[in-house]
């Protein structure tokens, strides 16, 4: 898994599939990845107390990293990557055009 926060991807699979979004949160430890507006999920709180709101709060869950791509703004879809470099100059490549994915 090579994903960053604020990488640019692409959705493979799911409800969302096509959905060209960014990287908000990276779970390495679960190989998943919360991405911006991407796979909500509904939760029904009670208000505990005051000034909270009781209601359904709409949450970005996690979804696994197998399930998105990087999204290369030359070749305008999602693509494969390729790393180049040492840990210390590490650069992300298109495979395709193997321009460099930046980080966001
Ligand atoms: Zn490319």
Avoid: W, Y
């Amino acid at each position: 898994m090579d994903f960053h926060k604020n990488d640019k991807v692409v959705v493979l699979s799911g409800d969302n599939a096509g959905t060209v979004s960014r990287v908000l949160q990276v779970l390495t430890k679960k190989d998943r990845v919360i991405v911006e507006k991407v796979n909500f999920i509904k939760r029904h709180t009670k208000a505990r107390g005051q000034g909270q709101q009781s209601g359904i709060i709409e949450k970005e869950a996690p979804i696994h990293f197998s399930k998105l791509a990087h999204f290369c703004d030359h070749c305008n879809r999602g693509v494969r990557i390729r790393v180049q470099g040492t840990s210390k100059s590490r650069t992300r490549h298109c495979v395709r055009c193997d321009s460099v994915i930046t980080k966001g």
